[in-house]
């Protein structure tokens, strides 16, 4: 009886002991101990939903609160998607860091959360579905996400590493970002000369005079050519977008016209729209 007695105390001063180390601890670590909690039960954890038809691909996009995607689980249940909630903490599975240079946020945060365990095709696009004014830049007679992203030829992308969603070359090419022009109204060529030394190295001289691609944040892209580029590199992309102080308009700019140099092509990429339009495989 005496011994059980003892047991019991022990096991009570033992947990007591446990709790105030680890109320102490709580304390002192407090702010290591938050970035455990939310790397690990945060919405930046790489998770993506997968449904039962769900095949080797993913659509990757960003949205706020007033826009409707629901065409994407609807519609596209053979992909496996990732939609960022940017303004929205309490809904959703997946929101980015911060609310901050428009879709290049979300875009960034799911190639290095999901880096280890990418899909091998990934299309990049807007939460819009369709219709004029909205989806202007959407690439067919009714200015449908839908019909575009059906109709991506997944061999195509293979093949090519990067395809731009758009094949329109106007707006973007041949040279929508002309690094050497000085007035005061082109923020897209000021912000350009700060963000390409960080993000690629070297100094402004070594920035191309003309960048360009088609127009607007819509893409697609392999895993392979995702690979190319360490983890490191896409952590460092966020972190300028993340420090910038210039406006999410001009910054979300500059990845506009970044995405094709990310993933291997020239600085002005806009290839004949009979080769955009009519791909081999």
Known sequence: MLGSRFRHRYSWSAAAVFLLSVTFLSWSSLPRFLDVWNNLFSGNRAWIYRGPEAEDKAVILAKIKAEDVSWVTNELPDWQQAIYYMD???????????????????????????????????????????????AWHTDNEVYNNLKNIRSLRLGYLQEQGYVNMRCLHVPGCPDEIQILREEEDRTAEQAMREAWPYMFGGTQSDIPEAIAQPC???????????LKRSKKEYIRYRQWLLDT??????????????????FGRD??????????WFPTL
């Not at 880096?115 to 579905?129: A, E, G, K, Q, T």
């Not at 607007?216 to 995702?226: L, M, R, Y």
């Not at 600085?267 to 955009?276: F, I, K, M």
């Open 88 to 134: 929205d903490p309490v809904n959703g599975t997946l929101h980015p860091p911060k609310n901050k240079g428009r879709e290049a946020m979300a875009y960034l945060t799911f190639l290095i959360d999901h880096y280890d365990n990418l899909p091998s095709s990934m299309v990049f696009v807007h939460p819009h579905l369709e219709g004029w004014p909205a």
């Open 216 to 226: 607007c944040s819509q893409f697609a892209v392999s895993k392979t050519q995702v």
């Open 245 to 262: 102080e210039v406006d999410d308009a001009t910054s979300g700019r500059v990845f506009e016209y970044l995405w094709h140099v990310i």
């Open 267 to 276: 600085a002005v990429y806009c290839p004949p729209l009979q080769e955009c």
